[in-house]
């Protein structure tokens, strides 16, 4: 399933349109995680947690989202610009969780 939809999102990002980059965000691997997390455990609680846990961690990974395209469009090479953009995305995913830390907010 998970190769077929990966298949799906790059022949209609080939095509052009929103409908890959819409159907590249829906957060697959999040909601599997949380069905399963339900059907073993059944505590919703832990379900809840999660759910917040990925709420903050979500934040960082945006920059990912923000440097590439910036990268790409300075005409870097495209290898280059992944990992630049990779590590800036490491970067705020540290000072997210030194943030968090220091909030109080333990995920």
């Not at 990966?6 to 599997?32: D, H, Q, Y």
């Not at 919703?44 to 910036?70: N, R």
Request: hydrophobic share 65%; glycine share 4%.
């Amino acid at each position: 399933m998970s190769a077929g939809l990966i298949v799906l999102i790059s022949e209609l990002a080939k095509r052009g349109g929103w409908m890959s980059a819409l159907l590249a965000t829906l957060p697959l691997t999040s909601l599997l995680a949380i069905v399963w997390l339900y059907v073993d455990t059944r505590d919703t609680q832990k379900i809840a947690a999660l759910s917040i846990d990925i709420f903050w961690l979500v934040l960082p990974s945006l920059s990912f989202f923000i440097a590439l395209p910036w990268l790409l469009r300075m005409r870097m090479n495209f290898w280059l610009s992944l990992a630049i953009s990779l590590a800036i995305m490491f970067a705020c995913y540290l000072l997210m969780m030194a943030l968090l830390k220091k909030i109080g907010v333990n995920p």
